[in-house]
T-cell receptor, first 114, second 110 residues
């Protein structure tokens, strides 16, 4: 089944404790992206990647890192999480090379930073 | 960066009514996408539009790609309770980043 998977789905952590949220897709998509969603603020893009080893900042990159060492994986890293990073996070992927470039979303990761 | 505007921001309708919402941009796109998000879930693609003027249906949903390529419309006919959610529009140009609107929150009253 074609899908985007995220792990973990739920995470409660404490301020300053490094964490990684994994994202993987099995559709051979070039494009991958991370969003955060907060009440009333819609989807805000954190980082995106047009292809392997190519990453770019989105609208709200501060406090986050990403890497794209291989096509299928795009982990989101919080080196020193803070309470204002408590949010619902979505990973998404899309084909860049195809005209039919719909974006598919993962199920979300709900992060709470105490 | 680029931004999309969606209106209305939220709407309350009676079950059975038709719904219209739109999305506008200051720049052109060659793809328009409409997504629906249920609470706590990831957005799910409803309709994708690839050609200016295109009108596409998916069941009770109909979306149009504006002629100017700067806007798109989504209509839902005969709304039902499960239509409740947030509807996002997104625009994209070939090989470039996606741009999302802020969403329209739909509530359906029985």
């Amino acid at each position: 089944e074609a899908q985007v998977t995220q792990n973990p789905r739920y995470l409660i952590t404490v301020t300053g404790k490094k964490l990684t949220v994994t994202c993987s897709q099995n559709m051979n998509h070039e494009y991958m992206s991370w969003y955060r969603q907060d009440p009333g603020l819609g989807l805000r893009q954190i980082y995106y990647s047009m292809n392997v080893e190519v990453t770019d900042k989105g609208d709200v990159p501060e406090g986050y890192k990403v890497s794209r060492k291989e096509k299928r994986n795009f982990p989101l890293i919080l080196e020193s999480p803070s309470p204002n990073q408590t949010s619902l996070y979505f990973c998404a992927s899309s084909s860049s090379g195809s005209f039919y470039n719909e974006q598919f979303f993962g199920p979300g990761t709900r992060l709470t930073v105490l | 960066g680029q931004q999309l505007n969606q209106s209305p921001q939220s709407m309350f309708i009676q079950e059975g009514e038709d719904v219209s919402m739109n999305c506008t941009s200051s720049s052109i796109f060659n793809t328009w996408l409409w997504y629906k998000q249920d609470p706590g879930e990831g957005p799910v693609l409803l309709i994708a539009l690839y050609k200016a003027g295109e009108l596409t249906s998916n069941g009770r949903l109909t979306a149009q790609f504006g002629i100017t390529r700067k806007d798109s419309f989504l209509n839902i006919s005969a709304s039902i309770p499960s239509d409740v959610g947030i509807y996002f529009c997104a625009g994209r140009n070939y090989g470039q980043n996606f741009v999302f609107g802020p969403g329209t929150r739909l509530s359906v009253l029985p």
